[in-house]
């Protein structure tokens, strides 16, 4: 399927091609990262955006940017609200909260109505969303967010001193200009006490949530793999925005803690002013004593009475500035104290949180990956059984038919039979008939002995085998094949559905296997097996040699044939016979003649049909192999090995991780080096 249209009817709003589509494109992505739901967001398609949210919610592109920033970036706070429950959590990479994202873009629609949930939390920068506002000149959206502008400073404010009038003494005459000079200090000029907001108690503070709320989705909304995965992305991103809160906090007990440093430098610089004062009072005493002794005019005493109180009352302001910046120290001191172990107590209450919320997710996510497993093996399961019973009543409906027909040839043999020689004349004709084509096939067989040279002694067997039933077959009489003989009754059976022609079969009965195949010829037993599989695993050449024209080719319900039994037992006449027609045929599980004769190491059996069976596999990629190094036959595999060390099981196994070391070293040192071998084939 096309993913260019895909993202086009995102883009244009086609509702009708999404919902037809998503169950095989979403969760999909644009070259540049982008989902169908992202670009549908940024479109504003209210409608596409509700139908994809469920499969593709939470996904981001490299810089962090969800769904719910590209409603934001066109102020869409119709979709922004769709959104909202399932990507409100996710922040981008510099830590902005969908209220950030607002702000910066200038959403005022979603600045208004997301205040309210984002209000405290901050950004990795530990701004709050109005911080952010006010530092982007953008104050009508601070206003929205706070509901107020500004903090009035905290300053220390300072009585002004109270008037000095001297004492009740004669007004002298003004002394001289030079003694006015002498005795006169340059007004000192009042310093600026008054304190900084501490910036921590509009900001730090106010973004400590004492009671975070984390939900933990019900078990049911834990429904497939891929929205479990996307639960686990959300929740350690909102980790990792904790974790850069908490880091930001750190920061700004820092800063805090360089200021306390500063207002300590400062009180340092205060005592020493003070001391500067001081000996400036000790001067001006000095010069006190000194002006008295040099004049005794009250006018002069007065002054200088003045300035000492002056002195006094400035270093009694300065003390009680002093005492102030210390109460305000010890203040600023305690509440950093509180703000670290409040926001410590809520970042370790959250990451708790988090971490049972993960292990119960990753727990659920288990429990589904084994029931979906289970689901599907069960399904796998009744797939099989579906096919067997198919090919159960398939079987069943050709042995019906088969048996509809035996039973109308044998009312018409019967009715045959009952009239005189003509009827008994035609038969010996059909025999001879029988007996010229098998002497057909023994001139076909004797063709192939000569080309098998190397078994001699099998070919000689078999010749022997097929003189004796031409033999048996021209010592017929017309009595042995009676209307009593070949009105067999074929539904005599025993417990497992074999007829007497099967039973004969298994048991080397040459005769009676003539006399009734011709009327029991199609008929099977209750798993569907042939009087021509009985007699090729036993052996009875000359029984498989009569049968073979009626029954080659046939299978069981399994699908076994006779040629496998022939290779299971090793009878390789036998499946010289039956190769021709059998060779290929593989049971419903893959299983094939091939394997038979590898599983019991017949060698000549595996010459036979390598060439026509060679490099098949069962359904769970057992080949014949794996079959002859799991039961240990080196002949086997070294025939085997060139054409099959390569293949593998479902599972991955190889013939060689199959081989048993330390019991079969040899056939493993072959397998070892069988798989360097450049001659291998592939």
Request: aromatic share 2%.
């Amino acid at each position: 399927m096309n993913l260019d249209a895909w993202f086009e009817a995102a883009e244009r709003g086609d509702l009708q091609y999404i919902a037809a589509n998503s169950t095989f494109q979403a969760t999909k992505r644009r070259s540049d990262g982008l989902t169908a739901l992202m670009i549908a967001a940024n479109a504003g398609h209210l409608e596409v955006v509700k139908n994809l949210c469920s499969n593709e919610a939470g996904y981001t592109t490299n810089s962090g940017k969800a769904a719910i920033h590209y409603s934001i970036d066109h102020d869409r706070w119709d979709v922004t609200a769709v959104l909202l429950p399932l990507e409100g959590s996710l922040r981008t990479m510099s830590g902005d909260t969908p209220l950030h994202w607002a702000v910066r873009v200038g959403a005022r629609e979603c600045v208004t109505n997301l205040a309210d949930r984002y209000r405290i939390d901050m950004n990795n920068s530990g701004q709050t969303a109005a911080a952010l506002a006010s530092s982007l000149n953008l104050e009508d959206l601070a206003a929205l967010i706070v509901g107020v502008t500004h903090y009035s400073p905290v300053a220390v404010s300072i009585p002004p001193p109270p008037k000095f009038y001297g004492i009740d003494k004669p007004v002298a005459p003004t002394p001289p200009v030079e003694q006015m000079t002498k005795g006169t200090n340059s007004p000192t000029t009042e310093m600026d006490l008054s304190l900084p907001q501490p910036r921590f108690l509009s900001s730090q503070l106010a973004s400590v949530d004492p009671s975070p709320s984390i939900t933990i989705p019900p078990e049911s909304t834990v429904e497939s793999p891929q929205k479990v995965s996307n639960e686990c992305k959300r929740l350690k991103e909102q980790n990792d925005s904790l974790l850069s809160q908490f880091q930001t906090a750190l920061e700004s007990v820092t800063s805090l803690q360089a200021e306390n440093r500063k207002l300590v430098q400062e009180l340092g610089e205060k005592d020493e002013r003070i001391d500067g004062l001081t000996h400036e009072l000790q001067a001006v005493r000095a010069e006190l004593l000194e002006m008295r002794e040099m004049s005794d005019q009250s006018f002069h005493i007065t002054i200088l009475n003045d300035k000492v109180r002056e002195k006094d009352e400035e270093i009694l302001r300065l003390q009680a500035r002093i005492t102030g910046l210390e109460q305000n120290t010890a203040e600023l001191v305690k509440l950093t104290g509180d703000a670290i172990a409040t926001r410590s107590l809520v970042v370790t209450n959250q990451l708790a949180t988090q971490q049972d919320e993960r292990t119960a997710i990753i727990v659920r996510s288990e429990a589904a990956e084994a029931k979906a497993l289970e689901l599907e093996n069960k399904l796998q399961s009744a797939q099989d059984t579906i096919n067997s019973l198919l090919k159960s009543q398939v079987s069943v409906q050709e042995q019906n038919t088969a048996l509809l027909g035996t039973i109308s040839d044998l009312n018409a043999q019967v009715q045959r039979l009952t009239q005189a020689g003509q009827e008994t004349g035609k038969r010996i004709s059909e025999l001879d008939a029988q007996v010229a084509e098998k002497n057909a096939e023994c001139a076909i067989l004797r063709e192939k002995l000569i080309l098998a040279s190397a078994q001699p002694s099998e070919a000689l067997s078999m010749t022997s085998s097929m003189l004796q039933t031409t033999t048996l077959l021209s010592t017929l009489t017309p009595k042995d094949l009676s209307a009593e003989a070949l009105a067999a009754s074929i539904s005599t059976r025993d417990v497992d559905g074999n007829t007497k022609l099967i039973v004969a079969a298994a048991a080397g009965d040459l005769h009676s296997v003539l006399a009734l195949v011709g009327t029991q010829a199609g008929v099977s037993n209750n798993v569907g097996e042939t009087a021509l599989m009985k007699a090729a695993a036993a052996g009875h050449t000359d029984v498989v040699s009569a049968l073979a024209k009626y029954q080659a080719g046939k299978a069981s319900f399994s699908g076994k044939t006779a040629l496998m039994e022939a290779a299971l037992n090793g009878h390789t006449d036998i499946c010289i016979m039956l190769a021709q027609q059998e060779a290929g045929m593989s049971r419903n599980d893959g299983w094939t003649a091939l394997m038979s004769a590898a599983r019991n190491n017949h060698c000549d059996i595996i010459r036979l049909l390598l060439e026509r069976e060679v490099r098949r596999q069962t359904r769970d990629g057992t080949t014949a192999l794996i079959k002859a190094v799991e039961h240990g036959h080196l002949e086997a595999a070294t025939i085997l090995a060139p054409r099959e060390a390569d293949l593998k099981m479902r599972n991955g196994a190889t013939a060689l991780i199959k081989c048993r070391r330390q019991q079969y070293p040899e056939l493993y040192a072959l397998l070892l080096a069988q798989e360097g071998d450049p001659r291998r084939v592939e």
